[in-house]
């Protein structure tokens, strides 16, 4: 579940090292990560960070901090953070692969894939394709069921992950189905206006059930253990791995709060994972998968320097080329998760504490990183070249 909405423009603040640095960069990814750590746990309100890095195939990571204040417990490799809407590239990949084995074209009308008729989503010649759930261009409102709309326009109320918790107690795909009744597209054209959408994520793992008569979660446990050897990243937990749950804050709330409740179908916010499985994601991403290069081809270009792929904010910068992020945000946990093909680069940072200021404070930590992989690059482009004997 996103928390603030996606800037048009500017995207590509991080990467191209818009803002100075306080001091020189590092000349080495060790280094610039304890900055990048020191900075998160110094600022107001975060109680911990864990980042990891790949860069040009080398793997770097990291966990500073107290998961509690006071209570001297550091977040570790073992440890479970709720990663929010990082879910719905997930989504999106598996997406890609039914997409690669012919299960499902951009341009079907979802509705050939629901249970009942909706014809708020096919009527007077305004069918919503699949590809309009994968760019946010469908119209369909944010979150069901509606009145969850209302409450997250005040997200940093004490009460929001109360609130958020009866909204959802007992809320499945069959309340679902009977709240998609209720809606009403917007009255924008299809295809063209970003409006970000969880709605549309669960329809994702609805069709993907459709197609390969699985279940969701079956589904993508399955895919991430055979393709990136994730086998720590799960939508639900069991009794077992419950106690590694890393606990998290809401706002300026200094009593952690709870996790996020269950969405139907969970595609659209509710996977948990630990950092060396994202790591692992985080290769998969730069490899040469061939559902992943399908998940990665823009979709929709909204802006000179930003496009939508399955799920995907692309930024576009002279130097660096493409880059891929995207941002995760729960009433306890918030995260981003960047791909620099150009720079085999891929960056993931999480904090357990979820605000309006948390995602400009990872965005700030970041920027040791990405000036320090600007040292290095050019550190790489002026030696020369080795020479065969």
């Known amino acids: ?4 909405g996606l800037v048009l423009t ?26 990048a750590a020191a900075k998160m746990i110094a600022t107001p309100l975060l109680h911990s960070t864990s980042i990891g890095v790949i860069y040009r195939g080398k793997e770097f990571r990291i966990h500073r901090g107290e998961l509690e204040t006071g209570k001297g417990q550091a977040p570790d490799d073992t440890t479970i953070y709720e990663i929010g809407s990082l879910s719905k590239t997930f989504a999106g990949l598996l997406l890609a692969q039914a997409v690669l084995d012919g299960k499902v074209s951009l341009d079907d009308e979802v509705q050939r894939y629901l249970p009942d008729d909706y014809p708020a989503l096919h009527e007077k010649g305004r069918a919503v394709l699949v590809r309009h759930l994968l760019t946010h261009t469908s119209t369909l409102p944010g979150m069901l069921p509606l009145p969850v709309n209302t409450l997250l326009d005040d997200f940093t109320a004490h009460s929001t992950p109360a609130r958020l918790n009866m909204a959802y107690a007992g809320y499945d795909q069959k309340a679902f189905w009977r709240d998609l009744h209720q809606v009403r597209l917007g009255q924008g054209p299809l295809g063209k206006d970003y409006a970000y959408s969880s709605v549309g994520t669960e329809l994702v793992a609805h069709i993907l059930e459709t197609v390969y008569q699985r279940d ?7 895919y991430l253990a055979r393709h990136a050897g994730m086998r720590d990243t799960r939508l639900r937990l069991d009794a077992a791995a419950l106690p590694r749950l890393a606990p998290g804050y809401h706002s300026d709330n200094p009593v952690a709060t709870t996790p996020m409740p269950q969405l139907p179908w969970g595609a ?12 692992r994601y985080l290769r998969l991403q730069l490899g040469t998968d061939a559902a992943v290069r399908i998940s990665h081809q823009p979709l929709l270009r909204f802006a000179d320097d930003f496009s939508i792929a399955y799920f995907w904010n692309i930024g576009q910068d002279r130097q660096l080329g493409s880059f891929y992020r995207h941002h995760g945000g729960v009433p306890r946990a918030q995260s981003y998760l960047y791909l620099v093909p150009k720079y085999e680069l891929g960056v993931f940072i999480i ?39």
């Open 351 to 389: 904090t357990n504490q979820s605000g309006a200021d948390t995602a400009r404070a990872m965005e700030a930590a970041l920027e040791d990183v990405f000036d320090t992989v600007e040292v290095l690059e050019r550190q790489r482009a002026a030696a020369p070249a080795a020479r065969p004997d």
């Open 268 to 279: 659209a916010g509710n996977l948990k994972s630990t950092l060396p499985d994202m790591l």
């Open 1 to 4: 579940m996103k928390t603030r």
């Open 216 to 222: 969701y979660e079956a589904l993508l446990k399955d």
């Open 10 to 35: 500017g995207l590509t603040l991080l990467l191209a090292v818009c803002l100075p640095a306080a001091s020189a960069p590092a000349t080495d990814l060790p280094t610039a990560l304890e900055a």
